[in-house]
Structure formats: C-alpha cells, structure tokens
T-cell receptor, first 114, second 112 residues
C-alpha cells in the first residue's frame, strides 16, 4: 500500500521556536508538496519540490522554508513560529509523469503555536 | 489581527439519495479538474478527474460533469451512504504543471 507519512500528527510550539515537519513517501515520486489547510480556505500551496535539492515557492511561502536532501523526504521548516502559522499542514507527492496529477497525501500535522 | 476562517459550505442529504456538489473554477487554461474527498482526521484522497476536453466522466457511484462555458464543475454521488460523509474539494491543474489549485471545500453530511 503506497504511503505518505508525516512524522508528527500533533505539535504544540511556542512563538519564536523553530519547527520541523517531516514527510516521507515510499512511492519513488519525483514531486513533493507542502500545503496548509485552514477552514473555508481550502488547501494553499506553501512550497513544492520536483527533484532532490530543488524547490519552488508556492502561493504562501512567507515564513517557511523547505529541504529535500533525499528523494523520499521533504521537510517543512518554520524558522520562527508565529501564532498565525497555527494550522493543519499536509504533505503530498506526485508521480513525475502523471498527467492529471493525482496527489497522494499524508494524514496531516496539526500545529498549534502559542 | 487574528483572521477568522470562512464558513465551509455544507450539504446535508438523506442516506440513499443522490448528492450533487458544485464548484466554480477560475482558470480557463486548466487541463484537468479533480475531486478529492477528505474524511475526518485524514488527508485528502483522490476520487475522480476529468480532462478539459470532456463533459462527463463516470466512476463507481460518482459522476463528474464539466461545463466550460460557465466554468462549473460538479460531483454527483449516487445512493449516498454514511461513509460518504466528508469534505469534498474540487481542484484544477494544467498538464505538465506542478501546481494543483484547490477550492474551499464542501462538507457533506449524510443523515441516516
């Protein structure tokens, strides 16, 4: 069974802390994505990566960075967490030759910043 | 200041009835339109997609209709079951592109 695994389901952090959200996929997909999900706003793309060490900004990259050192792993970093980054974070992967682009999602990481 | 989340549109249907979830999209250049289902506590899961050169596509108990004239997409679920209760997102994507743009979502409640 194909899988995208997000290491932390729930995190509580304090303002100013550095936060790492980890995501691993076992499908050998080239493309990986980080979205945040907020009620009524749908999923908004933060960053994506189409290859190892490659990254592209999505629609809301401010306050975030990413790292892709290995094909299977894509990390989202909050350098200095703020309360407005309290959200559900979803990682997804996509096969490189996928036409329609079926995204495979992890179960999400719910982050609360106090 | 603190932002207030928007209310999620909801649809409530009786078990066994058909459900129709609607979506308006914005980009005429999108090649694919996709529906995802998100159950409570889980990530979104692909249901069905339709290419822009099609008007209708059927899957198992689901049908997607695309009206490019008015930029409207709908998902029809036949004989809705309690397990269909979830948030449904429409999404659009262009071929070869990496970005999938999601709508705000619709919450479907199925009454027993």
């Amino acid at each position: 069974d194909v899988k995208v695994t997000q290491s932390s389901r729930y995190l509580v952090k304090r303002t100013g802390e550095k936060v790492f959200l980890e995501c691993v996929q076992d499908m050998d997909h080239e493309n990986m994505f980080w979205y945040r999900q907020d009620p009524g706003l749908g999923l908004r793309l933060i960053y994506f990566s189409y290859d190892v060490k490659m990254k592209e900004k999505g629609d809301i990259p401010e306050g975030y960075s990413v790292s892709r050192e290995k094909k299977e792993r894509f990390s989202l970093i909050l350098e200095s967490a703020s309360t407005n980054q309290t959200s559900m974070y979803l990682c997804a992967s996509l096969r490189g030759d996928s036409g329609s682009g079926e995204l495979f999602f992890g179960e999400g990481s719910r982050l609360t910043v106090l | 200041g603190e932002s207030v989340g928007l209310h999620l549109p909801t649809l409530s249907v009786q078990e066994g009835d058909n459900s129709i979830i609607n979506c308006a999209y914005s980009n005429s250049a999108s090649d694919y339109f996709i529906w995802y289902k998100q159950e409570s506590g889980k990530g979104p899961q692909f249901i069905i997609d339709i290419r822009s050169n099609m008007d209708k596509r059927q899957g198992q108990r689901v049908t997607v209709l695309l009206n490019k004239t008015v930029k409207h997409l709908s998902l029809q679920i036949a004989a809705t079951q309690p397990g269909d209760s979830a948030v449904y997102f429409c999404a659009e994507k262009d071929t070869g592109g990496f970005k999938t743009i999601f709508g705000a979502g619709t919450r479907l409640f199925v009454k027993a």
